[in-house]
C-alpha cells in the first residue's frame, strides 16, 4: 500500500502545485526556464504514475474489502463512464461540450473516480479513487478562485460544432473500446464480467 499512496502523493501532489503554491511555477520558470519546468513535471508526473498503477497492483494481490457493493452499482457506474472520454476528447477539441463543462477532464476525473467508488470497495480502491475525487474537486474550487486565464489561452471565437461531433465519436469508440477489451487487457479486470 505504500508505494500506492507514494505514488499518489507525487502525481498528485505535482499536479496541485497551482492549489498550494500558485507562484511556485511562474517562479520556477523564471529562474530555470519553461523547458526545465516541463521536463521536471514531467518526470514526477511519469514517476508518480508508474508508482500508482505498481501500488495498486501489488494492492489488488492482497485486497482488504472496506465494502462490497452490490451488482446493480456496476450497471449505474458503467452508465456514469460513458460521457467520461467524450469530455477528455473535448477537452483538446473545444466546441459547445468544453464550453458548457469548463473544464471537461476535471469533470471527466470526478466521473471516472466516482463512478469506480461505486463498482469497488477495496482500500486500494478507495485510496485511488477517493483521492483523485477529492483532488479533481478541490481543483476545481481552487480554478473558480484563480484569477482569469492569461492572454492567449483563451479559447477564440464561437466554439465549433465539428469538435463536438469529434469528441462525440472519438470519445464513443474510446468508451466502446474500454467496455468491450482496452479495460481488461490494461487493468485485469472485464467491466463485464
Known sequence: MFVLVLGLVLFLGVHSERIVAPGFREAFIARRGDNAWKGLYSLLSLLGIVLVVWGYGLARLDPVVIYSPPVWMRHISLVLLMPVFVLIVSAYAPGHIKAKAKHPMLAAV??????????????????????????AVVDRISLKRRPASKPGHEVKGQPNWANDVIALVVGATIYVAFLLFLHEWLIGVSPLA
Do not use: E, P
Open 110 to 135: 470526478k466521473l471516472w473516480a466516482f463512478a469506480h467508488l461505486l463498482a469497488n470497495g477495496t482500500l486500494a480502491d478507495v485510496l485511488l479513487f477517493g483521492s483523485f475525487l477529492a483532488w
